[in-house]
Nanobody, 124 residues
Framework: QVQLVESGGGLVQAGGSLRLSCAAS????????MGWFRQAPGKERECVAA????????YYVDSVKGRFTISRDNAKNTVYLQMNNLKSEDTAVYYC?????????????????WGQGTQVTVSS
């Protein structure tokens, strides 16, 4: 129903910034709450940020609070993750996900659609 494509990943030095984008197509974007997940080798996929359908409700995992900002532009069918003051432990594949539930979720199983992932590597 909806396709998600992430972009903006890459290699950055510790302390630097990246902005990830997730473009949606094939569905009604405003009907989905969105999340950003990341998965490092040997670790569980974790939700780092989530945003409600209209953007008023937001969630951040404690480890990224104050450094990451999630936002969305429903007119552009796009969700963003601004990542500042990056640390080596932020290195992971980052995934965009969409859920048709009543509100955003923080668990992998709650999300219906996933992007292909984009690699973020932070060098120390």
């Amino acid at each position: 129903q909806v396709q998600l494509v992430e972009s903006g990943g890459g290699l950055v030095q510790a302390g630097g910034s990246l902005r990830l984008s997730c473009a949606a197509s094939g569905g009604t974007f405003s009907s989905y709450a969105m999340g950003w997940f990341r998965q490092a080798p040997g670790k569980e996929r974790e939700c780092v940020a989530a945003i409600s359908r209209r953007g008023a409700g937001k969630y951040y995992v404690d480890s990224v609070k104050g450094r990451f900002t999630i936002s969305r532009d429903n007119a552009k069918n796009t969700v963003y993750l601004q990542m500042n003051n990056l640390k080596s432990e932020d290195t992971a594949v980052y995934y965009c996900a969409a859920t048709g539930g009543l509100g955003y979720g923080t668990q992998r199983a709650q999300y219906d659609y996933w992007g292909q992932g984009t690699q973020v590597t932070v060098s120390s």
